[in-house]
């Protein structure tokens, strides 16, 4: 696909492909197209040109929540987070998005809808283990640290139910045990059959969680590997980690 803003061309005949229940990141130095090739594949913009395809449905130009319904789902930073409710009310909200109940079965009550309503309990109680939010499930989200407000995101995200779960730069702004934390939240949902995609800058927890790599620059793709070939590959280097490495050192 190609991305154009205007006269800037965003994300050049790009083409990847995202293997089912792999750990895929996307890196690249900033503008290099990351977010742009993000929003395309959730249906927050629409490609200028070429085709996104999950599982044979084609993706391109579809609103998001039909691409949701799809199973290919995004975090959202905050937006998605009632504040004022406990963190287990925020799993179920996500959850009955999804659940459709017709509103008049929840109006009387009906016994299906009871059932459906356990069901849907115990689904946000596994999913707030997954994310390991248990302890804090009767907390307003409002109380939350930064770290854990980041962990209900993904818990919101997941009770969306996807198959592929995009995760744009999730550990920016969390101190080492938070990232640590992080990293192997995304093993145990890569574990539970889920497929991520990946866009970060820390290459730390890029190298430690993708199973491949693929390295974006002007909008272009110019690598593509598992992590120990990225970190060699001269052009990423010069374009990317070269970059990174002497900022860290400055
Ligand atoms: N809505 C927009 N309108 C115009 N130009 C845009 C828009 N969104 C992105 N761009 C431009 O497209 C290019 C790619 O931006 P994009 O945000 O996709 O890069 P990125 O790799 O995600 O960068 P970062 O690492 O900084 O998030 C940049 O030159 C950016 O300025």
Same mark, same amino acid.
């Given at each position: 696909m190609s991305i154009r803003f205007g006269g800037l061309t965003a994300v050049e005949d790009m083409t990847?492909? %995202?293997?089912?229940?792999? %750990?895929?990141?996307?890196?690249?130095?900033?503008?290099?197209?990351?977010t742009s090739a993000f929003n395309a594949i959730t249906g927050y913009i629409t490609p200028?040109? &070429?085709t996104i395809t999950y599982r044979g449905t084609p993706l391109a130009g579809l609103k998001s929540d039909r691409i949701a319904g799809h199973g290919v789902v995004r975090t959202f930073q905050k937006t998605s987070v009632?504040?004022?409710?406990? %963190?287990?009310?925020? %799993?179920?909200? &996500?959850?009955?998005?999804?659940?459709?109940?017709?509103?008049?079965?929840?109006m009387l009550g009906l016994p299906g809808v009871r059932r459906d309503e356990a069901r849907l309990r115990d689904l946000a109680w596994e999913i707030?283990?997954?994310?390991?939010?248990?302890?804090r499930a009767n907390e307003v989200a409002a109380a939350l640290s930064y770290g854990e407000l980041?962990?209900?995101?993904v818990a919101i995200a997941l009770a969306a139910e996807p198959t592929l779960l995009l995760l744009d730069e999730p550990v920016s702004g969390m101190n080492p045990a938070e990232t640590g934390a992080f990293?192997?939240?995304?093993?145990?949902?890569?574990?539970?059959?889920?497929?991520?995609l990946l866009v970060e800058h820390d290459m730390k927890m890029v190298m430690g969680v993708s199973d491949r790599v693929v390295c974006l620059n002007q909008g272009k793709i110019i690598a593509d590997g598992p992590p120990a070939a990225i970190q060699q590959d001269p052009q990423v280097i010069r374009a990317y980690l070269g970059e990174r490495y002497v900022r860290a050192r400055g």
């Open positions: 990847f492909e %995202v293997r089912e229940g792999e %750990v895929l990141s996307l890196i690249g130095p900033n503008g290099a197209g990351k200028s040109s &070429g009632f504040n004022g409710l406990p %963190v287990l009310d925020n %799993v179920l909200i &996500g959850l009955h998005r999804r659940a459709r109940q017709h509103p008049l079965a929840i707030l283990d997954l994310v390991a939010l248990r302890p980041r962990l209900l995101e990293m192997s939240l995304i093993a145990r949902i890569r574990a539970s059959g889920i497929t991520i």
